[in-house]
């Protein structure tokens, strides 16, 4: 029954979803709440099968002219390739679930957004439009290679299909660029021309350090040449790294000089708590994104020390 199809495809999307989620949960970075990339991931996955549902249902058109690889190039931007390739999948399975149990869609879908993941890479924005090109290449491709296959013989119809999943790859692209700027700030996830500003030395802030406490920004300074060297042992993001040590000590900019060791090992506890919410709300003050906030909070750990609890 038509009830029975809709039911059955509900529960295979809901699958495919959880599947998503835990992923995500998974590959979720310091600063990142998993909350907020899965809510991206779902409202994304659910926008594409309910808006597309009713434009094909409204025009007569291909249904890969939709923009399925907008998905996975805004979480390859804004979480990586991992979770990105990994929402390729889910954007496949989903709209082939949900619209038609075809496996030439499926094939095309998987086949752009796997480009789309594999082009543009972490904080990478101004890639964006240009991978449309190659998305949709990669699913007019695919779409051919899948009728080839099947043995269909060459016809308009199937010329028409593969300019309309050219198309749509193009459409991913513009329509990522757009949502991309909403999206990296609902995540507090700074973009790369962000963190070359904040990773500045004459930013404002930094400058205020500078002037307000010398001896903290001579430290700060070893910092983060420490951090960017660290980050590129292990393959970091590098300018996460420098913006992050940069504004770890942020907090001391306004005890200057003046916050020096002490012995009471209690009172040398509640000094680093005190600038550490010194700097956190400087942090607010300034709209730092959250994942250079995560540092001034977690720099100096996130749990109390048992020997201080004596």
């Given amino acids: 029954s038509l009830a029975g199809r809709i039911l059955g495809r509900g529960v295979l999307l809901a699958a495919v979803l959880l599947l998503f989620c835990g992923v995500l949960v998974g590959s979720s970075r310091t600063g990142v709440r998993a909350s907020r990339p899965l ?87 101004r890639a964006v439009l240009a991978a449309g090109i190659l998305v949709g290449l990669a699913q ?33 692209s513009l329509l990522a660029a757009l949502v991309l700027p909403f999206v990296q700030r609902w995540l507090g996830v700074a ?21 307000r406490a010398p001896q903290i920004f001579t430290h700060t300074l070893r910092v983060v040449a420490l951090a960017e060297r660290a980050a590129k042992a292990v393959g970091a993001d590098r300018l996460l790294c420098r913006a992050g040590a940069l504004y770890h000590d942020i907090g001391k900019v306004d005890a200057g000089d003046d916050e020096g060791p002490v012995e009471d090992p209690h009172e040398a506890a509640l000094q680093r708590r005190r600038h550490v919410e010194a ?4 942090a607010r003050e300034h709209r730092l994104p959250r994942e250079l906030a995560a540092m001034i909070a977690e720099h100096h750990g996130t749990l109390e020390m048992a020997s201080l609890l004596v």
Avoid: C, N, Y
């Fill in 39 to 125: 809510a991206v991931a779902v409202i994304g996955l659910l926008l594409l099968t309910g808006g597309g549902t009713w434009l094909l249902l409204t025009w007569p058109l291909h249904p890969m002219i939709l923009p399925q690889g907008a998905l996975a190039l805004v979480i390859a931007v804004v979480l990586g390739r991992g979770p990105a390739l990994v929402a390729a999948l889910v954007v496949a399975a989903g709209l082939s679930i949900f619209l038609h149990f075809d496996p030439q869609l499926l094939f095309a879908a998987f086949a752009g957004g796997v480009t789309a993941a594999l082009t543009v890479r972490q904080r990478r924005e």
């Fill in 140 to 172: 007019a491709l695919a779409l051919e290679a899948a009728r080839a296959a099947s043995g269909a013989p060459q016809s308009a119809a199937a010329l028409s299909a593969a300019a309309q999943a050219f198309a749509g790859g193009v459409l991913a």
């Fill in 191 to 211: 973009s790369r021309g962000q963190l070359k500003a904040w990773g500045d030395l004459e930013h404002p802030l930094a400058a205020r350090l500078r002037e």
């Fill in 279 to 282: 700097g956190i709300r400087l």
